[in-house]
């Protein structure tokens, strides 16, 4: 079985292939469409079984009871108070619905998903020994030898039942093609095979995080924690159906939505690249003395060069100088607002009066 660290300059961690010698070029050529990425970050469940569609709607953020086949959507686990537990890119091939995950959330949805099976008619696999995941653009992936649909990243359009909050014409991901193919052992062998002999073209996992980083797409293992609401990512515009049935968590997503507003927001940071110094997740965030916020994600974009996301506080400034606390020092930022302070509050509630003010009109 051929190994990724026969790829000419491959550079491995554990979460797969990082690059290939250039993470900056790779960029390109995965924007281009003219390399793919082995994702080792990512792994497969199935849900076969006559009541997976229903079963996942129920459960999940997505509307999925009439998912038809080979359209790509994604769904959230939330917990009662509406936080994000997981995350799955969802496609379905009539017959059985894949969910790619990452690799660090798989056990625990998979576990999940197997205790909620009560007496409906599904199987839940955890998929990760047998089958890989391959990204790329949609035409450098479509020609692979898939044992499922492909995923089409729907990112960042609203789909059907979702909700945008930010307010950018266009979206910096609006130019986003990426998709995602899932090969069965012996063809992913393939295809690192042929990476190897130089038959074509790979790029690492920083490649994929930068084009990510750079659309201000959401990622269940690097962006969330514990507190983490779809709002505060923009999430509801892909992963949340806002009319359909009943979920877990359901309550909090539209108290939030039409009355309230999120705790927190995500905004894009343009980072001083002077000195070489990149922060890390969980680095703070701070406007003058104030800490605001924290990192989630970093990368160094081929275009931009390095990028963050960052969830700050509701009111935290904006239009003003940021600062990162690195372990080498502080770090000078600046803040493109991706979720507004104003997000939230969509319903038109009546005033009503006062009931003083009534008794003393009578």
Not at 304 to 318: C, D, M, S, W
């Amino acid at each position: 079985m051929a190994s990724l660290s026969e790829i000419p300059g491959a550079v491995l961690d554990d979460r797969g292939l990082r690059h290939v010698g250039s993470p900056v070029a790779e960029q390109r050529r995965l924007a281009s469409g003219t390399a793919v990425a082995p994702l080792g970050d990512r792994r497969v469940v199935s849900v076969s079984g006559e009541d997976r569609r229903s079963w996942l709607d129920s459960l999940s953020s997505q509307a999925l009871t009439h998912l038809a086949p080979g359209v790509s959507t994604e769904m959230l686990i939330l917990d009662p108070q509406g936080r994000v537990e997981h995350a799955a890119s969802v496609v379905d091939d009539g017959e059985t619905a894949w969910l790619i995950v990452d690799a660090a959330d798989v056990e625990g949805l998979a576990a999940w998903l197997t205790r909620m099976r009560f007496r409906l008619r599904v199987e839940v696999q955890d998929r990760s020994a047998d089958l890989f995941v391959v990204g790329g653009t949609r035409a450098a992936v479509s020609g692979l030898p898939a044992v499922a649909p492909v995923w089409i990243d729907p990112w960042p359009d609203v789909s059907p039942g979702g909700w945008a909050y930010a307010r950018v014409d266009p979206h910096p991901g609006a130019d986003r093609d990426w998709a995602e193919a899932i090969l069965d052992a012996a063809e992913f062998d393939a295809l690192v095979g042929r990476a190897a002999r130089g038959e074509i073209s790979v790029a690492g996992l920083d490649a994929v995080e930068a084009l990510r980083v750079a659309a201000w797409r959401p990622r269940v293992s690097v962006d969330a924690d514990e507190r983490l609401l779809p709002h505060e990512m923009d999430w509801l515009r892909t992963a949340v159906h806002m009319s359909k049935g009943c979920y877990r968590g359901q309550e909090t997503v539209a108290k939030v939505h039409n009355l309230g507003h999120p705790p927190r927001r995500v905004v894009a940071l343009q980072l001083d690249g002077s000195d070489n110094v990149l922060p890390v997740r969980g680095d703070a965030v701070r406007a003058g003395d104030d800490v605001i916020g924290a990192i989630t994600s970093v990368a160094v974009h081929h275009e931009e060069g390095p990028i963050a996301l960052a969830l700050v506080k509701r009111n935290a400034p904006e239009g003003v100088p940021l600062i990162v606390d690195t372990a080498d020092g502080p770090l000078a930022a600046a803040a493109e607002t991706v979720v507004p302070a104003d997000a939230g509050a969509t319903a038109s509630v009546p005033r009503l009066p006062r009931l003083g003010r009534r008794r003393s009109a009578e």
